[in-house]
C-alpha cells in the first residue's frame, strides 16, 4: 500500500525513472506541463518540503524543471541545496579520474560525459555494445579509484564516478534535517542502483519509500512506470495534503 502524503510529510523524489520517462540521452527527458504543475502544488502544500534526489548536477534539475526551484540535492549527494537556496557542494574528483572518463569518450563512439565536477558520469544508452568495455576499463583502473577514494557505479546504461562515503542517502540524512524537512515523515520515491543508499537509511529516519518498476527492499509500493508515479502525484495534489 502506498503510504499516505499528510501536510506533514516530506517528501523526497528521484526524477529520471521514476518523475521522467528515460530518454535515448539526458538532456532529451521532457517534463510534462501536468507533472509541474503537481510538483508545484505540492510544495506549497507541503511548506516547502519537497526536495529532488538526483544523478544530475542541480544546474541541470533546474533547467529541467524551471521555473521551479525546490529544495534538491545533485549529483548523488555532491551538491545540497536547502529551502533557502544555500547550497553545499563537495570537492570536484581528481584529474587523474577525470582524465580515464575524458579518455573513454573520447574513444569509443556513442558514450556521453557528463561531468558533474564532484561526479562523473558515462552514458552508454547509444552504445550499448560498449559497457564490457567500460567494465573492464573499470577494473583496469580500480587500484587507482581505490587510492584516490572514488567509488564506480553502474546505473541504468550509464558508469559513475564519485567520491566514497558521498550518496543519496548520506545527503537525504543531511537535508532531512534542515527547515523545513526536519520533524516531518519522510517519503522517498526512487528507481536505480543509486536509490538504495536513501532506502538503507530510511528506517534510521523513521521515513518510508516506493519505488519504480521493481521492488526495492523497503519499498512499501511499487510502481510500474513514472506515468503511474506522475498519476499518483496528481491525484495527491488535487486532494490536497493537509
Ligand atoms: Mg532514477
Given at each position: 500500500m502506498m503510504p499516505p502524503v499528510s501536510g506533514n510529510t516530506a517528501l523526497f523524489l528521484d526524477i529520471d525513472g521514476t518523475l521522467l520517462d528515460l530518454a535515448?540521452?539526458?538532456?532529451r527527458v521532457k517534463v510534462p506541463r501536468d507533472l509541474l504543475r503537481s510538483l508545484e502544488r505540492l510544495s506549497q502544500q507541503l511548506s516547502g518540503a519537497l526536495a529532488f534526489v538526483s544523478g544530475r548536477s542541480l544546474a541541470s534539475i533546474d533547467h529541467l524543471f524551471a521555473p521551479f526551484r525546490p529544495a534538491a540535492i545533485g549529483a548523488h549527494g555532491g551538491e545540497i541545496r536547502g529551502l533557502d537556496g544555500a547550497i553545499a557542494r563537495i570537492q570536484p574528483l581528481p584529474d587523474s579520474v577525470r582524465d580515464i572518463f575524458v579518455g573513454l569518450a573520447a574513444n569509443i563512439p556513442g558514450l556521453l560525459l557528463e561531468d558533474k565536477k564532484c561526479a562523473l558520469a558515462l552514458h552508454y544508452r547509444l552504445a550499448p555494445e560498449a559497457q564490457p568495455v567500460l567494465a573492464t576499463a573499470m577494473e583496469k583502473h580500480a587500484r587507482l579509484f581505490e587510492a584516490e577514494k572514488v567509488q564506480i557505479l553502474e546505473g541504468k546504461a550509464v558508469i559513475e564516478a564519485r567520491p566514497i562515503g558521498v550518496d543519496k542517502g548520506t545527503a537525504v540524512a543531511a537535508l532531512a534535517k534542515q527547515k523545513p524537512f526536519a520533524g516531518r515523515a519522510i517519503l522517498f520515491g526512487g528507481d536505480d542502483t543509486t536509490d538504495l543508499d536513501v532506502f538503507r537509511i530510511l528506517p534510521r529516519l523513521g521515513g518510508r519509500g516506493f519505488s519504480v518498476g521493481k521492488h526495492f527492499a523497503g519499498a512499501e509500493h511499487v510502481f510500474e512506470s513514472p506515468r503511474a508515479v506522475r498519476a499518483w502525484l496528481s491525484r495527491t495534489a488535487e486532494a490536497g495534503a493537509s
Amino acid at each position: 500500500m502506498m503510504p499516505p502524503v499528510s501536510g506533514n510529510t516530506a517528501l523526497f523524489l528521484d526524477i529520471d525513472g521514476t518523475l521522467l520517462d528515460l530518454a535515448r540521452t539526458p538532456d532529451r527527458v521532457k517534463v510534462p506541463r501536468d507533472l509541474l504543475r503537481s510538483l508545484e502544488r505540492l510544495s506549497q502544500q507541503l511548506s516547502g518540503a519537497l526536495a529532488f534526489v538526483s544523478g544530475r548536477s542541480l544546474a541541470s534539475i533546474d533547467h529541467l524543471f524551471a521555473p521551479f526551484r525546490p529544495a534538491a540535492i545533485g549529483a548523488h549527494g555532491g551538491e545540497i541545496r536547502g529551502l533557502d537556496g544555500a547550497i553545499a557542494r563537495i570537492q570536484p574528483l581528481p584529474d587523474s579520474v577525470r582524465d580515464i572518463f575524458v579518455g573513454l569518450a573520447a574513444n569509443i563512439p556513442g558514450l556521453l560525459l557528463e561531468d558533474k565536477k564532484c561526479a562523473l558520469a558515462l552514458h552508454y544508452r547509444l552504445a550499448p555494445e560498449a559497457q564490457p568495455v567500460l567494465a573492464t576499463a573499470m577494473e583496469k583502473h580500480a587500484r587507482l579509484f581505490e587510492a584516490e577514494k572514488v567509488q564506480i557505479l553502474e546505473g541504468k546504461a550509464v558508469i559513475e564516478a564519485r567520491p566514497i562515503g558521498v550518496d543519496k542517502g548520506t545527503a537525504v540524512a543531511a537535508l532531512a534535517k534542515q527547515k523545513p524537512f526536519a520533524g516531518r515523515a519522510i517519503l522517498f520515491g526512487g528507481d536505480d542502483t543509486t536509490d538504495l543508499d536513501v532506502f538503507r537509511i530510511l528506517p534510521r529516519l523513521g521515513g518510508r519509500g516506493f519505488s519504480v518498476g521493481k521492488h526495492f527492499a523497503g519499498a512499501e509500493h511499487v510502481f510500474e512506470s513514472p506515468r503511474a508515479v506522475r498519476a499518483w502525484l496528481s491525484r495527491t495534489a488535487e486532494a490536497g495534503a493537509s
